[in-house]
C-alpha cells in the first residue's frame, strides 16, 4: 500500500512538471493540459510498464519502431559493449568499426543495386538525404537533367516532418498550412482502394491509378528528378494497402520518363511486412531507399540512405569542381546506434524472425476476419503485420466520421482501459505489434481491439453510441 502511494506522488509530480514544460508531438496541448498524461518507465518484451506499474500491451511497436521486444538482452549487451569503448565520433573525415560493419550488412540486405549507404538519424532526414541526392544527381547528367528540380508523390504519402519532406507530403491535414515554404512536387492520385478517386474497383481497373503517375510524367518528365512512394503501404495516410502490381508500373514509369525511383521504406523496412524490406514483394529495384523506423529494432534514432553506384558515382569529380554531396549530421553514423542496429539485423538471422513471423501473419489475418462484420468497421487493411481499421458512420455509404468526433482516439483510450496502447491515425485504428509478439499475445490484441471497437462504435444490432 505505501509503495503504491509513493508511487502515486512521484506520478502526480512527473504529470504536473509534463504538461509545465514539454510540447508534444501532433498534439493540441490546450487539450493535453487537462488531462493526466500516462508516463511509461519501463517496458518488457511486447509490454510497456508505467509509473505505477500497470502493464499494457504495445500495440503499435512505440510508433513503429520496435521489432523484437523491448530490453531484448542481445540488442542491451550491444549497446553496453559500445558503450564500453565510445558513444560517438564523428564520420567527417575519419570513421567507425560499428558504422562500417552495418554498411556493409545493409548493402548485403537491401534490395539488388543498392551499394552504397549515407548515414542520419530519423526517417524525415533520410528522405531529405534521398531527395537532395536525386537533385544533384541530375545536375551533372548535362542537357537533360537540367530542369529536373521537383519531384512527384502520391496523395496520402508521408515522408517525415522537416519541410522536404513536407514538401512531397500528400496529406492535406498535415501538410497543406506549410505550402508556401516548399519545394514544388507533382502529386498523383492516391492507390486508395476503398475509395478509389476514380471511383472504379479491383481487378477491373487494371490499376487505373498508376495511369495519374504516368500522366504527369508523360508531360512534365523534363522537370521531375525523382518519384517518392512507400513500397505498398502508405502507412501514415491511413495504412492504405496499394493494389499488387503498382509498384512494379511505377518502376517501369521512372525507367522509361528517367526518373530516380525513391523508395521510402522507413515504416516498411525490416520485416513489418513480413519480408525484409516491401519492395521485395514485387522485386523492386529503387535508385534510392530511405530506411529509418525499425533499423535499430526501436533503440536508438538513426537512419540510412542506400543508393546505387551509378548516382554515386555521379558526384565524383576533382575537389574544385564541389561535386561534393553537401550534407551530413552532427550525429552521422552514431557508434551507438550502429552497434544496436547491427546486433538488431543479427537477431534476424539468428533467431529466424521473418520465417518465424508467417504463421503469426495468417493467424492475425483469420483473428480480423470475424472484425468485418462489426457495423462500423468500413474496411480492414492488412499488409503482414500492419494492420489498418477504417471506421465508418454508415458502411453502405462509406460515410466517414467527422474527425472533430475523434471516434479512434476514443478507441485507443478504451484499448488502453483494456491493457493496450495504440495510436490511431484519425478514423483509421493501427495494429502494428513487434515482430516478437506470441500467438497468444496477438490474440489479446485482436480481442482488445474489437471490444473497444464495439464499445466505441456499438456492437452487432446497436447504432452507434458515439456522440
Ligand atoms: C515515420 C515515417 C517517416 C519519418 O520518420 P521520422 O523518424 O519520424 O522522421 C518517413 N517516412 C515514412 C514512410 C514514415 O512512416
Known amino acids: 500500500m505505501k509503495k503504491i502511494a509513493v508511487s ?17 508531438p501532433f498534439t493540441q496541448q490546450q487539450d493535453w493540459e487537462k488531462e493526466r498524461p500516462l508516463i511509461i518507465e519501463r517496458g518488457q518484451g511486447v509490454y510497456l510498464e508505467d509509473s505505477e506499474g500497470r502493464r499494457y500491451l504495445d500495440g503499435v511497436s512505440s510508433i513503429w519502431v520496435n521489432l523484437h521486444g523491448h530490453r531484448k538482452p542481445a540488442l542491451n549487451r550491444a549497446l553496453t559493449a559500445q558503450l564500453g569503448r565510445i558513444a560517438h565520433s564523428t564520420m567527417l573525415g575519419i570513421s567507425n568499426p560499428p558504422a562500417i560493419a552495418l554498411a556493409k550488412k545493409l548493402v548485403r540486405l537491401a534490395p539488388a543495386g543498392l551499394s552504397r549507404v549515407f548515414y542520419s538519424d530519423n526517417g524525415s532526414t533520410a528522405v531529405e538525404v534521398a531527395l537532395k541526392m536525386a537533385f544533384q544527381y541530375w545536375r551533372y547528367q548535362g542537357e537533360e537533367g537540367a530542369n529536373k528540380t521537383k519531384f512527384l508523390h502520391l496523395g496520402q504519402a508521408y515522408h517525415g516532418d522537416t519541410l522536404g519532406a513536407v ?24 492507390p486508395y482502394c476503398y475509395r478509389c478517386p476514380l471511383g472504379l474497383s479491383l481487378p477491373g481497373c ?41 509498384l512494379t508500373k511505377l518502376r517501369r514509369l521512372c525507367t522509361e520518363y528517367h526518373a530516380l525511383l525513391i523508395a521510402d521504406e522507413v515504416a516498411t523496412g525490416f520485416g513489418r511486412t513480413g519480408t525484409m ?8 529495384k529503387p535508385d534510392l531507399m530511405a530506411v529509418s523506423k525499425g533499423l535499430t529494432g526501436g533503440y536508438m534514432p538513426l537512419a540510412a540512405t542506400l543508393t546505387t553506384e551509378r548516382v554515386y558515382r555521379a558526384f565524383y569529380g576533382r575537389y574544385d569542381e564541389f561535386k561534393t554531396f553537401f550534407h551530413g549530421h552532427s550525429y552521422t553514423g552514431n557508434p551507438l546506434g550502429c552497434a544496436v542496429a547491427l546486433a538488431n539485423l543479427e537477431v534476424f538471422e539468428r533467431e529466424r524472425t521473418l520465417e518465424k513471423l508467417q504463421p503469426k501473419i495468417q493467424a492475425l489475418q483469420r483473428w480480423l476476419t470475424p472484425l468485418e462484420q462489426l457495423p462500423h468497421v468500413g474496411d480492414i487493411r492488412q499488409l503482414g503485420f500492419v494492420v489498418g481499421i477504417e471506421l465508418v458512420r454508415d458502411r453502405a455509404s462509406k460515410n466517414t466520421y467527422p474527425l472533430s468526433e475523434r471516434v479512434g482516439h476514443r478507441v485507443a483510450e478504451e484499448t488502453r482501459r483494456l491493457g493496450m496502447l495504440i495510436r490511431p491515425l484519425g478514423n483509421v485504428i493501427v495494429l502494428m505489434p513487434p515482430l516478437s509478439t506470441s500467438l497468444k499475445e496477438l490474440r489479446q490484441m485482436v480481442e482488445i481491439l474489437k471490444q473497444a471497437i464495439t464499445t466505441v462504435t456499438g456492437g452487432p444490432g446497436q447504432s452507434h453510441s458515439v456522440v
Open 206 to 246: 487494371r490499376i487505373a491509378c498508376a495511369d495519374s503517375v504516368a500522366d504527369i510524367l508523360k508531360r512534365h518528365h523534363a522537370e521531375i528528378a525523382a518519384v517518392i512512394v512507400e513500397p505498398l503501404l502508405l502507412a501514415a495516410g491511413g495504412m492504405l494497402v496499394q493494389p499488387r502490381g503498382y
Open 277 to 284: 524490406f516491401a519492395c521485395e514483394h514485387e522485386r523492386v
Open 8 to 24: 502515486n506522488v512521484r506520478t502526480r509530480r512527473l504529470q504536473a512538471d509534463d504538461r509545465r514544460y514539454l510540447w508534444h
Open 167 to 190: 514538401g512531397v507530403g500528400g496529406i492535406p491535414l498535415f501538410h497543406e498550412r506549410y505550402t508556401p515554404l516548399l519545394v514544388p512536387s507533382y502529386e498523383a492520385h492516391a
